[in-house]
């Protein structure tokens, strides 16, 4: 499967901001690989867009984690036990903005947006 783009990349396929009941809870990111061969993602960077009024955007520093060809990760928001589909941020409180837009934003362990997807 390929991204809007038709290329072999690795993309934020979605993004679930204001799920039903609480928003920590069921707040997700989904990450594909469409690369024909797997993407080590150590060092990698998932973050929001936005200022807040606390602190600058969240962050989401990739552990030690390959994704193979084809495959998907999904990045909670919440606390859990990670597995190789499942990565977890460990916050209590919600990342991602449901009114006035925000986007995800995936960097490569460089510093370089490898992609985004606004909202």
């Keep these: 499967e390929l991204g809007p783009t038709r290329a072999q990349e690795v993309r934020i396929a979605s993004v679930v901001v204001d799920p039903p009941g609480d928003d920590v809870a069921g707040e997700r990111v989904l990450i594909r690989n469409d ?4 993407v080590a993602l150590s060092g990698w960077v998932l973050r929001d867009d936005s200022s807040h009024p606390v602190r600058g955007p969240w962050t ?3 552990p030690n ?5 084809g495959e998907d990760v999904t ?3 919440k606390t859990g036990k990670a597995d190789l589909r499942n990565l977890y941020w460990g916050l209590t409180h919600a990342v991602w903005n449901n009114r006035g837009g925000d986007a995800a934003v995936l960097s490569d362990n460089l510093g370089n947006e490898v ?5």
């Design 35 to 38: 690369r024909r061969h797997a």
């Design 60 to 62: 989401f520093n990739f």
């Design 65 to 69: 984690f390959s994704l193979s060809p």
């Design 75 to 77: 990045v909670w928001t």
């Design 115 to 119: 992609t985004r997807l606004a909202y």
